[in-house]
Every structure is written in C-alpha cells, then in structure tokens.
C-alpha cells in the first residue's frame, strides 16, 4: 500500500506542483460556519461520497438532484420515520443509481 505522502507526490505531480493541487483543495470552515451547517447537508455530503467512492463521479453527479430527492432530501427527521414500504419504494425506485451485476441473467 502507498503511504500518504507517495500519493500526494503523485497528484501533485499531475496538478503541476504541491500549490497547483493545494488550490483544488477546499478551505476547512471556521467553527462557526461549522455549527450553522444544517444535517441535511452532512448526511448528503457524506452520503454523495460513498456513492462516489464505488462508482464513477460524473455518473453521481448526473443523478445527484434524483438521489436528494429520494431520500427526502436527507433530512435525518423525515428518514428516521421511514417505514419498510419507504425502503422498498426507494430501492425500487429509478432515481438512486445502483451497480449492475453483469454476470446475473434475470
């Protein structure tokens, strides 16, 4: 496994230097505008990562309008009521996207 530092040498090297790769990062938030964040947003942010971590970003981002609105727009009340039926119609639905198994027939 590569450590740290080896992948950031990388992605620096493919950003032309540490201060070009450096610019594309975003600016931590001061405490402050951290507490005024609401959790819709942290549950979306976080939620759009692991999505994007198994499948490729731009299709995410596609779809991204369609997956907030079918998780009510992560808002932790409104899905913390969720019954069987709201799961069923959610994996059911088209608006989240979902990895295809190639090898299955059906």
């Known amino acids: 496994m590569r450590s740290f530092e ?25 405490p402050e505008a951290l507490g005024r964040t609401h959790d819709d947003h942290w549950l979306s942010a ?21 997956v907030e609105a079918a ?15 709201d799961i069923d119609r959610l994996l059911s639905g088209r608006r989240i996207v979902r990895q295809v198994n190639p090898a299955r027939t059906d």
């Open 46 to 66: 976080m939620t759009k990562c692991l999505f994007q971590a198994g499948f490729n970003w731009s299709a995410i981002e596609a779809r991204w309008t369609g």
């Open 6 to 30: 080896e992948i950031q040498e990388i992605a620096a090297g493919r950003q032309s230097g540490q201060a070009a790769l450096e610019a594309l990062l975003p600016q931590a938030l001061t």
């Open 71 to 85: 998780f009510d727009g992560f808002d932790p009340r409104k899905i913390s009521l969720w019954s069987e039926e």
